[in-house]
């Protein structure tokens, strides 16, 4: 016999394993037998605590994965009838998904991952509840650490969760692919949230515990896999890896914050670098151009000896036909300045003071402009204020580096 | 599922009557009622008269109290609705998308609530 405490151990070791990995994997599974979120959630999590028993007593079966679809389907049919719900046709469902279930344990379970990542990110939902939803489903985050994530409170992002999941429900949101004449919208709709999973871990950092920049990753790469030859999913992986490659460079040993161009190129990863080039490449080579791959592209061309900046600045004015923000706009205006033209940007950049007045980055690239085109004072202000906004001490300590240059 | 398509506009953003654009917007109004009803999915609409005409009541310790317009000051003012009975939100929303109004107004779409779930 197997003394109890290390099969619990191994058990414990087993459930978290499967459920980390195939979490996401699982969810979208039942999502698609029970068509109800929350139920599917609840179900297998239930299943995942009865594994812990069941695996600890009788070994590992031989698909856990297997395993856990049929417990949750199961307890999944157990709380619509403990429910005492009216609600045949969703009783119906679970049945026979479970009966299909029982039926065959060996095949793999098909991949419902891509309606759960459409779903997740639908544009019915608050653009924070997309993030967080697709962390919570798809990366297998705990409710505790997406709070992290946005610095809130648990209970409140679980309240947010649940408010996101009864909507799904209510409003009808499909679990589906949607179809060819909306995909492009939705699908920038998918990759916008994984860009800003991945700009949120880029400027976070590892302090709230959880790597979104290897989330975003990961989700990046399940979208190549699920969605293949679609160039925006190659453009917005590409992007990802391109930026991810230089971040150990970004900051000097002082601590100021370095642009590509004076980067020690030694601490680039260089294979990451290579991978994520290959994929702009092949997202190019499709002539389908999108919003990712003009941003991967302008990353591309940062990671030059010299940066090509009447190219970037060319990239950024098409830039703008698909996000004509104030934000594209700033970047439009410093490339414009890079490439030989900080009269011409100074004058880009007039139209965005009232809109961007709060955004640092607008400070700091208007105190550069105003110093380059010989207007000092105005330039030492501009600093004061980019200074005053700066968030991170390397960038600080960049900015007061310009300001003391100027004498 | 059956979903309200309710029609917000500002008076002053819509087209005059008797301009190029009023024709307009009627065609587009003409167009998206045949298509409903050619997809078989139109359960109903109609279209309010001026929100000068609109009178607000509340009942307060017991009485009446009447009003003028709608109590709310906001800018944009119900002017109409759709019922369609669609497969989901994502077709709900497309026909949203085709109401003349979205261009200067807001269309909010909200399911019915269902009363029995096992239709």
Same mark, same amino acid.
């Given at each position: 016999?197997?003394?109890?405490?290390?099969?619990?151990?191994?058990?414990?070791?087993?459930?978290?394993?499967?459920?980390?990995?195939?979490?996401?994997?699982?969810?979208?599974?039942? =999502?698609?037998?029970?068509?109800?979120?929350?139920?599917?959630?609840?179900?297998?999590?239930?299943?995942?605590?009865?594994?812990?028993?069941?695996?600890?007593?009788?070994?590992?079966?031989?698909?856990?994965?297997?395993?856990?679809?049929?417990?949750?389907?199961?307890?999944?049919?157990?709380?619509?009838?403990?429910?005492?719900?009216?609600?045949?046709?969703?009783?119906?469902?679970?049945?026979?998904?479970?009966?299909?279930?029982?039926?065959?344990?060996?095949?793999? =379970? /098909?991949?419902?991952?891509?309606?759960?990542?459409?779903?997740?990110?639908?544009?019915?939902?608050?653009?924070?509840?997309?993030?967080?939803?697709?962390?919570?489903?798809?990366?297998?985050?705990?409710?505790?650490?997406?709070?992290?994530?946005?610095?809130?409170?648990?209970?409140?992002?679980?309240?947010?969760?649940?408010?996101?999941?009864?909507?799904?429900?209510?409003?009808?949101?499909?679990?589906?692919?949607?179809?060819?004449?909306?995909?492009?919208?939705?699908?920038?709709?998918?990759?916008?949230?994984?860009?800003?999973?991945?700009?949120?871990?880029?400027?976070?950092?590892?302090?709230?515990?959880?790597?979104?920049?290897?989330?975003?990753?990961?989700?990046?790469?399940?979208?190549?896999?699920?969605?293949?030859?679609?160039?925006?999913?190659?453009?917005?992986?590409?992007?990802?890896?391109?930026?991810?490659?230089?971040?150990?460079?970004?900051?000097?040993?002082?601590?100021?914050?370095?642009?590509?161009?004076?980067?020690?190129?030694?601490?680039?990863?260089?294979?990451?670098?290579?991978? &994520?080039?290959?994929?702009?490449?092949?997202?190019?080579?499709?002539?389908?151009?999108?919003?990712?791959?003009?941003?991967?592209?302008?990353?591309?061309?940062?990671?030059?000896?010299?940066?090509?900046?009447?190219? =970037?600045?060319?990239?950024?004015?098409?830039?703008?036909?698909?996000?004509?923000?104030?934000?594209?706009?700033?970047?439009?205006?410093?490339?414009?300045?890079?490439? &030989?033209? /900080?009269?011409?940007?100074?004058?880009?950049?007039?139209?965005?003071?009232?809109?961007?007045?709060?955004?640092?980055?607008?400070?700091?690239?208007?105190?550069?402009?105003?110093?380059?085109?010989?207007?000092?004072?105005?330039?030492?202000?501009?600093?004061?204020?980019?200074?005053?906004?700066?968030?991170?001490?390397?960038?600080?300590?960049?900015?007061?580096?310009?300001?003391?240059?100027?004498? | 599922?059956?979903?309200? =398509?309710?029609?917000?506009?500002?008076?002053?953003?819509?087209?005059?009557?008797?301009?190029?654009?009023?024709?307009?917007?009627?065609?587009?109004?003409?167009?998206?009622?045949?298509?409903?009803?050619?997809?078989?999915?139109?359960?109903?609409?109609?279209?309010?008269?001026?929100?000068?005409?609109?009178?607000?009541?509340?009942?307060?310790?017991?009485?009446?109290?009447?009003?003028?317009?709608?109590?709310?000051?906001?800018?944009?003012?119900?002017?109409?609705?759709?019922?369609?009975?669609?497969?989901?939100?994502?077709?709900?929303?497309?026909?949203?998308?085709?109401?003349?109004?979205?261009?200067?107004?807001?269309?909010?779409?909200?399911?019915?609530?269902?009363?029995?779930?096992?239709?």
């Amino acid at each position: 016999m197997t003394p109890a405490a290390p099969s619990a151990i191994a058990a414990i070791q087993a459930v978290e394993t499967v459920m980390r990995q195939d979490r996401g994997r699982l969810t979208a599974a039942l =999502i698609a037998r029970l068509r109800d979120f929350q139920l599917a959630e609840d179900a297998l999590q239930e299943a995942a605590l009865s594994a812990l028993t069941h695996w600890g007593r009788s070994g590992l079966p031989a698909s856990p994965q297997g395993w856990l679809l049929k417990v949750a389907l199961r307890k999944a049919i157990d709380r619509l009838r403990q429910a005492g719900r009216e609600d045949r046709k969703a009783l119906d469902q679970a049945v026979l998904a479970r009966d299909e279930a029982d039926e065959d344990d060996t095949h793999p =379970i /098909p991949d419902d991952r891509l309606r759960l990542i459409f779903t997740c990110c639908h544009p019915a939902l608050e653009e924070k509840s997309r993030i967080a939803l697709t962390l919570r489903s798809l990366c297998g985050l705990t409710t505790a650490q997406v709070a992290a994530v946005f610095l809130d409170p648990e209970p409140t992002m679980g309240q947010r969760l649940s408010r996101a999941k009864a909507k799904i429900a209510a409003a009808g949101i499909p679990f589906a692919v949607p179809g060819p004449e909306d995909w492009p919208d939705r699908l920038n709709s998918v990759l916008t949230v994984v860009y800003l999973i991945f700009t949120a871990g880029y400027a976070q950092g590892p302090r709230t515990g959880t790597d979104l920049c290897a989330e975003a990753v990961f989700l990046a790469g399940l979208l190549v896999t699920l969605a293949p030859d679609q160039a925006e999913v190659e453009g917005c992986i590409a992007l990802l890896l391109i930026t991810q490659a230089r971040a150990r460079a970004r900051i000097s040993p002082e601590g100021a914050t370095l642009p590509p161009a004076d980067q020690d190129r030694s601490l680039w990863d260089a294979a990451m670098l290579t991978e &994520g080039q290959g994929h702009l490449d092949r997202a190019i080579a499709r002539r389908s151009p999108g919003p990712f791959q003009i941003k991967a592209a302008i990353a591309s061309l940062h990671c030059g000896i010299a940066p090509d900046w009447p190219q =970037i600045a060319a990239l950024y004015g098409r830039l703008l036909d698909y996000e004509p923000t104030a934000i594209v706009r700033l970047n439009h205006a410093v490339a414009v300045a890079e490439a &030989g033209h /900080p009269d011409l940007a100074l004058q880009h950049l007039a139209p965005l003071a009232e809109t961007l007045s709060d955004y640092q980055p607008f400070h700091a690239a208007r105190a550069d402009l105003l110093a380059r085109t010989g207007r000092p004072d105005q330039a030492r202000a501009a600093y004061a204020l980019a200074i005053a906004g700066a968030s991170a001490p390397s960038d600080r300590a960049f900015l007061q580096a310009r300001l003391d240059a100027l004498g | 599922m059956n979903y309200m =398509i309710l029609i917000y506009g500002e008076p002053a953003k819509e087209p005059a009557y008797g301009t190029p654009e009023f024709a307009e917007m009627m065609k587009g109004y003409f167009t998206l009622n045949e298509r409903m009803k050619a997809d078989g999915v139109l359960r109903g609409g109609e279209a309010l008269q001026n929100v000068e005409t609109a009178t607000s009541l509340r009942v307060r310790q017991g009485k009446v109290e009447t009003m003028d317009g709608p109590f709310a000051e906001t800018r944009e003012h119900l002017g109409g609705y759709y019922i369609v009975d669609v497969p989901d939100l994502d077709a709900a929303l497309k026909y949203a998308a085709l109401v003349p109004a979205a261009l200067y107004g807001t269309i909010e779409v909200r399911p019915l609530m269902n009363y029995n779930p096992s239709d």
